[in-house]
């Protein structure tokens, strides 16, 4: 925001915060309720015809998260079974996808939210949740008994993650991908990655163990609003 106010010239700049759910995300930013949206928020092409990315700040993969007694290591393992993912997500629609496509035969739960995703895995409505590998981080470090849970380590796609803005708006965008950019480029960034990912976060110290990946690194060093998973692939 401070670069805003500083492109702009003004003395403050209020910021007042709305949240959004997978769900609602894209419709807020597309009826001007948000000018902002930092989230778990996949570029991707099809989401590019409504609404604009800044450089890319994350990358992931999709994966299952599983009980251990569950042994359960693949997406075809799943055949016949129960999986749940959230709402509105890419997860939600490549799950749909590859059990047409895999003749799977799995049933697929829909979360309103991550939380209640990650209810219906804990409960045992569904054996798995398909969801980014970071949220399953953050689901497993704050789980009651994380001991219990194992994230599998099929990646099912590689996807990044940008600060979406609106379309059409191309000095506001230009203003925020400066300033991303000027972060990616500074010892900075390397700082906070550390402060929230493979450090223990006050006040319950969880730690989510999670270094980051070379697909980041290279994202970081060279910025791009790609939506292409190819333009994430490390060689």
Not at 60 to 81: M, V, Y
Not at 127 to 143: H, P, R, S
Request: aromatic fraction near 6%.
């Amino acid at each position: 925001m401070a670069a805003v106010q500083k492109h702009l010239n003004m003395s403050g700049l209020k910021v007042v915060t709305n949240p959004v759910t997978a769900a609602n995300r894209i419709p807020l930013m597309a009826n001007g309720t948000i000018d902002l949206e930092c989230g778990s928020t996949t570029n991707n092409a099809e989401r590019q015809k409504q609404v604009a990315f800044a450089p890319t700040m994350f990358v992931i993969a999709n994966r299952l998260l599983t009980k251990k007694s569950s042994n359960i290591g693949s997406l075809a393992d799943l055949k016949g079974k129960t999986l749940v993912a959230t709402a509105g997500t890419t997860t939600h629609k490549q799950m749909t996808m590859l059990n047409a496509e895999r003749k799977l035969g799995m049933k697929i739960l829909v979360g309103k939210d991550h939380p209640e995703s990650f209810l219906m895995l804990e409960t045992g409505r569904a054996v798995a949740e398909a969801n980014d590998d970071i949220l399953l981080a953050g689901q497993v470090a704050t789980a009651r008994n994380p001991d219990q849970y194992v994230i599998g380590s099929e990646a099912l796609s590689v996807e990044p993650y940008g600060i979406m803005l609106r379309r059409g708006d191309p000095q506001f965008k230009a203003v925020v991908d400066a300033a991303l950019t000027d972060l990616y480029r500074s010892d900075e960034f390397a700082k906070i990655y550390a402060k929230w990912f493979t450090s223990a976060i006050p006040p319950r110290g969880i730690n989510l163990k999670f270094p980051m990946s070379p697909q980041l690194k290279a994202a970081i060093a060279k910025p791009t609003d790609s939506p292409d998973p190819a333009a994430y692939t490390v060689k």
